[in-house]
């Protein structure tokens, strides 16, 4: 399986970053996917998810401010952040939800918001 996430930066407070996930040697179309962040110091946390069907979820930290999209044709998952925090910053991951379904995690991209 390769996880290969893009996208991220330095953005100041306010801004919108969109991260884009390209999956491979896997079967995408029939599971749930999402998007996971790990900030210094602490545990890797799932941020929101995208059913087969659409069907999407977020944690409370972002709802409202990100948006978690799919394209089967292509193999892709994204994330569209908008309203950057400064609590934000982290280097995000995609993956399956549970990430088990993968045994792998990508090299992630990091995203910084300066305040």
């Known amino acids: 399986v390769q996880l290969q996430a893009s996208g991220g930066g330095l953005v100041q407070a306010g801004g919108s970053l969109k991260l884009s996930c390209v999956v491979s040697k896997i079967i995408f179309s029939s599971k749930t996917w999402g998007w996971y962040r790990q900030a210094p110091g602490k545990e890797r946390e799932s941020v929101a998810s995208?059913?087969?069907?659409?069907?999407?979820t977020y944690s409370d930290s972002v709802k409202g401010r990100f948006a978690v999209s799919r394209d089967n044709a292509k193999n892709m998952v994204y994330l569209q952040m908008n309203d950057l925090k400064p609590e934000d910053t982290a280097v995000y991951y995609c993956?399956?939800?549970?990430?088990?379904?993968?045994?792998?995690w990508g090299q992630g991209t990091q995203v910084t918001v300066s305040s």
């Open positions: 995208i059913s087969s069907g659409g069907m999407t």
């Open positions: 993956n399956a939800i549970p990430s088990k379904l993968t045994n792998a």
